[in-house]
């Protein structure tokens, strides 16, 4: 293997973590735009994502096509009972204390799972079986670009929602001013619901794409919330496409860092860029520190 | 420190102090040995939460720090226990300096974020760092305290050197809340921008707590070492930041005597938790949850108002009985 293919197989591989990251940071982005919480069991709802998926198709012996919109509905549900019974009643409370509501749920998501599907990590075959891809000698699994596609669909999808229809125009309006918004006839409750459990649905694409390629377990949800996000942060929180593409920075970064300096500090530089971005540009790389100081958060 | 205070303070000293005549159970003195090591990290979280409006998650780092600072001082560059243990301090201290003075300058909870994240490097750093700290299996070998040949191993002894400190520390932190700088965090708490109004440094004042609160653990980390003798990173991971996290809800923030109680409760729990194995993580997240939603200011409160409904019940019927006859 020469050098080139070398470093191109390790980009490919970032690339396809960083997607990953950069689904889990535009989750963070949805909901923080919305209520301007720090949904801290957001990597549960991939875990979710993953392993409900495995049940229904490896379990159930479900076809693809009809297990993988059950997953999203079954993560979605979750995600619109997780704000009815725990966000919801406590509405009128401090930021702090919705903050640790959702670190709480962390954990119960976490247990339940255990409780359900146990400690072994489980793995789904790809969604297309074929032979790997060879580009410039650089190795690449079908899958590979199943996460990737998916990646870019969403953020695709995403932005169209967010710039041309009314409910996302409507819930971008709830971001800058919940008071004026609902002044206009946003109903402002609802547009939080909605973005639980759009942020729950969207954990769970992560979650069904990525199963195939790293298997999940239970106790997955913290490491790929942290990595998420430090992307939604890299990328400045609250804008969704700078998530993505800080997601593909760090992924990159670290299976760069796997190669050629030591795996054990692979899970060092999404938290050192974490703490450096905070230092020296805590509005991200695509925010603008005007548009920051009228925030809430 | 205030007059409200000096009562329960001199009734939790006696009962303290009687505690180990009655009981002689190394069991029983060791959980309270933990459940004074928790506390003192917890008086110092709840001071960053009640008085500051911030969360740390990772506090279980700067606990970690004290612990490694005593155990590879002592162990592997000959420190005496004394220097070692003031050594974590600093570097506790400084750290959280380093973490706090640029984030607390941000508005919202930047610092919790902020925290995760060097928490989890500094866990990283006791995995990778061989050499020093012994990675994944841990570092072993750790003295006793020793002054002057009065050895502080397990037991009595070492349970009246944690509860010392731990009081002296609570008095401490009592005094910092009823002092100017208390009286400033409170104003902070109130309204950032009233209290800048006011001619409060605000972000000056949140990275002092924050920096206290860090001293605090460590100082507790270095006790942990000491009395267990061996310390390796699982100790001082996420799940222990959230643990305290836990203690400080449970108690409820913002009051230092829930800060005890919240310690003490979910120190023990555990021991009961034992029955339901590795699914203990299922039963913290109902009781966090529960308590969220059910008490948010914590048990103390809640247990507070719900003693003072009761009593109101009673004089209420005792009227009525009384109007009655």
């Known amino acids: 293997m020469t050098r080139f293919s070398e470093i191109l197989q390790f980009l490919f591989s970032g690339l396809t973590v960083g997607s990953i990251y950069g689904m889990v940071g535009l989750g963070f982005t949805i909901i923080y735009n919305a209520t301007a919480i720090i949904n801290l069991a957001q990597g549960e709802f991939v875990m979710l994502g993953g392993l409900i998926m495995f049940s229904l198709t490896a379990g159930a012996k479900l076809p693809l096509y009809v297990g993988f919109p059950l997953t999203i509905l079954s993560v979605t549900t979750v995600g619109v009972l997780f704000e009815r019974f725990a966000i919801h009643p406590l509405r009128n409370a401090s930021l702090l204390t919705l903050i640790i509501v959702t670190l709480a749920a962390s954990i119960l998501f976490r247990g339940i799972a255990m409780f359900i599907w146990g400690k072994d990590p489980y793995a789904l075959p790809p969604f297309i079986s074929g032979s790997p891809v060879i580009i410039g000698g650089a190795v690449i699994i079908p899958q590979a670009f199943w996460v990737l596609g998916t990646a870019v669909t969403i953020v695709i999808l995403m932005s169209f929602f967010f710039s041309k229809t009314i409910v996302g125009k409507a819930m971008s309006a709830c971001s800058f001013n919940p008071m004026a918004a609902s002044l206009m006839g946003i109903n402002v409750r609802k547009m939080i619901l909605l973005s639980f459990a759009l942020s729950a649905a969207l954990g769970a694409v992560a979650g069904v794409v990525i199963t195939p390629i790293s298997l999940m377990e239970y106790d997955r949800g913290p490491v790929l919330a942290v990595k998420g996000f430090c992307a939604a942060v890299l990328g400045g929180l609250g804008i969704g496409y700078g998530a993505v593409i800080a997601g593909f920075m760090i992924g990159i970064l670290e299976s760069f860092t796997t190669a050629f300096i030591h795996s054990g500090f692979k899970d060092a530089v999404a938290l050192f860029i974490l703490l450096f971005i905070l230092c020296f540009k805590p509005s991200g790389i695509f925010g603008s520190e005007e548009v920051g100081k009228i925030k809430k958060f | ?325």
């Open chain 2, 1 to 325: 420190m205030g007059k409200e205070n000096s009562k329960p303070l001199a009734i939790l000293i006696i009962c303290l102090g009687i505690f180990p005549i009655f009981v002689r159970s190394d069991y029983y003195l060791s959980i309270m040995i933990f459940i004074g090591i928790n506390s003192i990290i917890v008086m110092g979280l709840s001071l960053l939460m009640g008085y500051a409006g911030q969360i740390s998650l990772g506090h279980a780092a700067f606990f970690g720090i004290g612990a490694y600072c005593s155990g590879v001082l002592t162990v592997k560059f000959g420190f005496s226990v004394l220097s070692a243990f003031l050594s974590g301090i600093l570097l506790s201290g400084v750290m959280a300096m380093a973490v706090a003075v640029p984030t607390l300058r941000l508005k919202g909870h930047y610092l919790a974020v902020a925290t995760l994240g060097f928490g989890e490097i500094i866990y990283i750093v006791f995995n990778e760092f061989l050499d020093i700290t012994g990675g994944p299996s841990g570092l072993s070998g750790i003295p006793y305290i020793d002054f002057w040949g009065y050895a502080f191993k397990e037991g009595i002894r070492y349970f009246c050197l944690v509860w010392g400190i731990a009081i002296l520390l609570f008095i401490f932190a009592l005094n910092v809340i009823h002092s100017r700088v208390g009286r400033a965090l409170r104003a902070i708490h109130g309204s950032d921008v009233a209290a800048a109004a006011m001619g409060v440094n605000v972000s000056w004042f949140k990275v002092q707590v924050f920096a206290l609160s860090a001293i605090y653990a460590s100082v507790a980390g270095s006790l942990y070492a000491h009395f267990v003798t061996f310390i390796s990173p699982p100790t001082f991971g996420l799940f222990v930041s959230i643990l305290l996290l836990m203690m400080v809800v449970v108690g409820g923030g913002g009051s230092l005597w829930g800060a005890l109680l919240g310690a003490g409760i979910v120190t023990i729990l555990p021991e009961y938790l034992r029955p339901f194995k590795d699914f203990d993580v299922l039963v913290y997240g109902i009781i966090l949850m529960v308590i969220l939603l059910f008490m948010p200011e914590g048990l103390l409160k809640g247990l507070t108002v719900l003693l003072k409904w009761i009593r109101g019940k009673i004089a209420s019927r005792q009227t009525v009985i009384g109007q009655g006859a």
